[in-house]
T-cell receptor, first 110, second 113 residues
Framework: QKEVEQNSGPLSVPEGAIASLNCTYS??????FFWYRQYSGKSPELIMF????GDKEDGRFTAQLNKASQYVSLLIRDSQPSDSATYLC??????????FGKGITLSVRP | NAGVTQTPKFQVLKTGQSMTLQCAQD?????MYWYRQDPGMGLRLIYY???????DKGEVPNGYNVSRLNKREFSLRLESAAPSQTSVYFC????????????FGDGTRLSIL
């Protein structure tokens, strides 16, 4: 079983819609969870991090963590074409190493 | 405010050549990391340095060596480059290891012929 899984996508949403990106992880001892955005040909850029169960909001972005079900989500409200990128989920496991998912590509249609 | 600086940005090598990728951060971070990113494989950790004076292997260390020169600098060396090492290499740093957000450099695009 892969440690951090993201649906391969791509995910396509119309401009103004809510984009929902999901990530599951296998290590029940995981404590820290991160979402990175990566534009084509660029480096990963941190968007959100979350440590506790529940929701964390920052502008149009909301991270949701459910440790019992072992998933973390990223919601992007009022999606814009500039949000088109690959989104990487990363999880720090009980062994204290950070593992990245393979990413999901989001396309926002004007 | 440079953040994490990687040099060079692009490099083409022949099989068997050696080279060192340089990384420096100006954020006073304790921990630094080297990743490679390949299509369909995601980001994979090569080596990391949790603090100045320490280095440890990551998921894919074979064929690489690292040096934590000081708190700011963490270099990655390919002793005898192989075509399988063609990749995009990212250096990252964080305040402390693992639980803190990592900040990435712009990457080095390395091709080995």
């Amino acid at each position: 079983q892969k440690e951090v899984e993201q649906n391969s996508g791509p995910l396509s949403v119309p401009e103004g819609a809510i984009a929902s990106l999901n990530c599951t992880y296998s290590d029940r001892g995981s404590q820290s969870f991160f979402w990175y955005r990566q534009y084509s040909g660029k480096s990963p850029e941190l968007i959100m991090f979350i440590y506790s169960n529940g929701d964390k909001e920052d502008g149009r972005f909301t991270a949701q963590l459910n440790k019992a079900s072992q998933y973390v989500s990223l919601l992007i409200r009022d999606s814009q074409p500039s949000d088109s990128a690959t989104y990487l989920c990363a999880v720090t496991g009980a062994n204290s190493k950070l593992t990245f998912g393979k990413g999901i590509t989001l396309s926002v249609r004007p | 405010n440079a953040g994490v600086t990687q040099t060079p940005k692009f490099q083409v090598l022949k099989t068997g050549q050696s080279m060192t990728l340089q990384c420096a951060q100006d954020m006073n971070h304790n921990s630094m990391y080297w990743y490679r990113q390949d299509p369909g494989m995601g980001l994979r950790l090569i080596y990391y340095s949790a603090s100045e004076g320490t280095t440890d292997k990551g998921e894919v260390p074979n064929g690489y060596n690292v040096s934590r020169l000081n708190k700011r600098e963490f270099s990655l060396r390919l002793e005898s480059a192989a075509p399988s090492q063609t990749s995009v290499y990212f250096c990252a740093s964080s305040v402390e290891a693992w639980d803190q957000p990592q900040h990435f450099g712009d990457g080095t695009r390395l091709s080995i012929l």
